[in-house]
Antibody
Framework: QMQLQQWGAGLLKPSETLSLTCAVY????????????WSWIRQPPGKGLEWIGE???????NYNPSLKSRVTVSVDTSKNQFSLKLSSVTAADTAVYYC????????????WGQGTLVTVSS | QSALTQPPSASGSPGQSVTISCTGT?????????VSWYQQEPGTAPKLMIY???KRPSGVPNRFSGSKSGNTASLTVSGLQAEDEADYYC??????????FGGGTKLTVL
C-alpha cells in the first residue's frame, strides 16, 4: 500500500525559506508518476485547510494564487520524492504542512502524508 | 479565491441525522461536480469521505452521503455514532486550476 512520508525543518525565522520533502513508498514513483498530481496542503493551528500547489509528471505546476509568488513545487523521480519551498516566511505561515496525492483529472486527495508542523518565530 | 463557507459547528444525538453545508460560488462549487468532503480527527491527516459531490470511497459507511444544489454542497451523516465526532472539511475545484477548502465544521455527537 502506497504511503507518503514527509520531513523538513520545523522551526524557521521570519524571512527564511521553508523546505519540505515528501517520499513515496510502496509503489514505484516512476510507474505511477504519470497518473497523479503531487500536492502540498497546509493547516494553521486551529484553522482550516489551504491548498498550496502541485506538480505532475510533465513538470506542470498549479499554485494557489495567494501564494504563487513565494511557492515552488519540484520533483525528483530518481529519489521517489517531491518537494515544497516557500520563501520569505512570516508567522502567518506557521502551520501543519501535508503532502498529498490526487489522481490526474480528479480533484480529491485520498493519500496524505503524516503532516509536519512548521513554526515561524523570531 | 475565498474559502468555502461552512458553519463552525454542528451537533446531533446518536441515531439522528445531521447535515453540514458548504457554500461557494459559480466559479467553484456551483460550476463543477468536484466537491469532496474530508473527516479529520485531532492530530491526524484528513480522510476522504465523499468525492465528486456524492460518491463514497471504499470503506466509508453508507451513513455518509453528499449532495449539491446550486452553489451549496451538503454532507449528511445519518444514524450518528460517537465515532463520527470530528472536524469536517469540504473542498472544491475552482477556476482556474485551483482547489479551495472550507473553513471546517466541528461535529459533536451529544
Amino acid at each position: 500500500q502506497m504511503q507518503l512520508q514527509q520531513w523538513g525543518a520545523g522551526l524557521l525565522k521570519p524571512s527564511e525559506t521553508l523546505s519540505l520533502t515528501c517520499a513515496v513508498y510502496g509503489e514505484s514513483f516512476s510507474d505511477s508518476f504519470s497518473d497523479y498530481y503531487w500536492s502540498w496542503i497546509r493547516q494553521p493551528p486551529g484553522k482550516g485547510l489551504e491548498w498550496i500547489g502541485e506538480i505532475n509528471h510533465s513538470g506542470n505546476t498549479n499554485y494557489n494564487p495567494s501564494l504563487k509568488s513565494r511557492v515552488t513545487v519540484s520533483v525528483d523521480t530518481s529519489k521517489n520524492q517531491f518537494s515544497l519551498k516557500l520563501s520569505s516566511v512570516t508567522a502567518a505561515d506557521t502551520a501543519v504542512y501535508y503532502c498529498a496525492r490526487r489522481t490526474t483529472v480528479v480533484y480529491y486527495f485520498n493519500n496524505w502524508g503524516q503532516g509536519t508542523l512548521v513554526t515561524v518565530s523570531s | 479565491q475565498s474559502a468555502l463557507t461552512q458553519p463552525p459547528s454542528a451537533s446531533g444525538s446518536p441515531g439522528q441525522s445531521v447535515t453540514i453545508s458548504c457554500t461557494g460560488t459559480s466559479s467553484d462549487v456551483g460550476g463543477y461536480n468536484y466537491v469532496s468532503w474530508y473527516q479529520q480527527e485531532p492530530g491526524t491527516a484528513p480522510k476522504l469521505m465523499i468525492y465528486e459531490v456524492s460518491k463514497r470511497p471504499s470503506g466509508v459507511p453508507n451513513r455518509f452521503s453528499g449532495s449539491k444544489s446550486g452553489n451549496t454542497a451538503s454532507l449528511t451523516v445519518s444514524g450518528l455514532q460517537a465515532e463520527d465526532e470530528a472536524d469536517y472539511y469540504c473542498s472544491s475545484y475552482a477556476d482556474t486550476n485551483n482547489l479551495i477548502f472550507g473553513g471546517g465544521t466541528k461535529l459533536t455527537v451529544l
